[in-house]
């Protein structure tokens, strides 16, 4: 897997980025089915009236984006034949008519949706639930166009001293800082997080940074160590616990089970965990999103008799993207642990088989023009 440099000098870049804007096409990564992700040259977007374009320095790998190349397609964000990736962070190469927000060079991480602002939806706040949420894949590439709707919301000018790879965490953390919100957690409470990929570590180092005691539910043995890193006061492993239920409720005041419990793997059985490791009126968020279809059977007079609240919550919203980016720009969230490698655009899909085999790595950030990111 190839390192890329953090940074280049500023001519040799000005230099890289005029030869590049130059040409007519441009090396992107296309989904076309089950962990079918081709390379293939394609022609470089031009920016419409209100879009940006951005030479993608950053493209970070995500659950979401191996969930899709396991499974071939996402229900809601792209159906094959269809560029792929969401998660970037680059620097802007053309600007449409009618931007005034960003100009040529600007360093810009722009998230991967928007919604109307107009529709029943987004007039109640749950912007993330919008009838016309316009999503934009296409990040694994050279260049990425950003629609004029996400130029205009979930577009964000990056500081000269964040890293662009940093600045790439926006979109995931922002779903992660969702998912909080929605479970209503605060100081002193304590939350189980089931799951330790790239999300539920995300979970649980938000968590531990707002001070909340994070119980920590994981499969395999590396993991252990990666979630206590990022913040667990306790970890249960599964894999060496007969009752994994009975151990998280033993880590509780009184073994009542924990304040809420975030749900972080997307199968039936650890949606059944969850509403099991809750206490009497607590709260269970399902943030793993199962295949359709899927079924699970819950205890009906545990939730009645136990007041126990049950949300699932999906995305972002325009107010908590803001707010993850500047935590992100902050410094206060630990980005850094969360990069574990770099690879270039022609490695994408072997990193993603890595992936399916288990790998230690968190995310890799892909840098298509290799060695001319500006960090």
Request: net charge neutral.
């Amino acid at each position: 897997m190839s390192k890329v440099k953090e940074t280049t000098s500023r001519s040799t870049h000005n230099a890289v980025c005029k030869t590049i804007d130059m040409a007519a096409e441009m090396n992107a990564a296309v989904l076309y089915g089950k962990e079918d992700v081709r390379i293939e040259r394609l022609p470089v977007p031009e920016a419409g009236p209100g879009e940006i374009v951005v030479r993608v320095v950053a493209a970070l790998t995500c659950g979401t984006d191996l969930k899709v190349f396991r499974r071939g397609y996402h229900e809601r964000m792209l159906k094959p034949p269809a560029p792929f990736g969401h998660e970037m962070a680059g620097i802007v190469s053309q600007v449409g008519d009618g931007v005034t927000k960003f100009r040529e060079g600007d360093r810009v991480v722009a998230v991967n949706s928007a919604p109307c602002g107009e529709c029943y939806f987004c007039s109640r706040q749950q912007e993330n639930l919008c009838d016309d949420l316009v999503f934009n894949n296409g990040a694994y590439a050279d260049y990425f166009r950003i629609p004029a709707r996400i130029v205009e919301k979930n577009t964000f000018l990056v500081p000269a001293s964040l890293p662009l790879e940093h600045a790439a965490l926006t979109e995931p953390l922002a779903c992660v800082l969702h998912g909080m919100d929605e479970t209503g957690a605060q100081a002193g409470d304590q939350m189980v997080v089931i799951g330790a990929g790239p999300i539920g570590l995300m979970f649980i180092h938000a968590a531990a940074l707002n001070n909340i005691g994070v119980i920590a539910v994981v499969k395999h043995t590396e993991q252990v160590q990666q979630a206590r890193s990022f913040g667990a006061r306790h970890v249960v492993q599964t894999t060496m616990t007969g009752e994994v239920i009975a151990a998280v409720r033993a880590l509780t005041p009184q073994s009542r089970g924990a304040d809420s419990v975030v749900e972080a793997v997307a199968t039936p059985e650890t949606w059944q965990w969850a509403v099991d490791m809750v206490r009497k009126g607590g709260v269970v968020n399902f943030f793993g999103g199962c295949p359709a279809g899927t079924q699970v059977a819950l205890d009906t007079n545990r939730l009645h008799y136990n007041d126990l609240t049950l949300r699932a919550s999906f995305h972002h919203r325009p107010s908590v993207c803001r707010r993850a980016f500047d935590w992100i720009a902050s410094g206060g969230f630990e980005s850094s642990k969360f990069l574990t490698g770099r690879a270039s655009l022609d490695e994408l899909v072997p990193v993603f088989r890595r992936f399916l085999n288990r790998t230690t790595d968190i995310k890799i950030a892909i840098h298509p023009g290799e060695g001319l990111n500006d960090g």
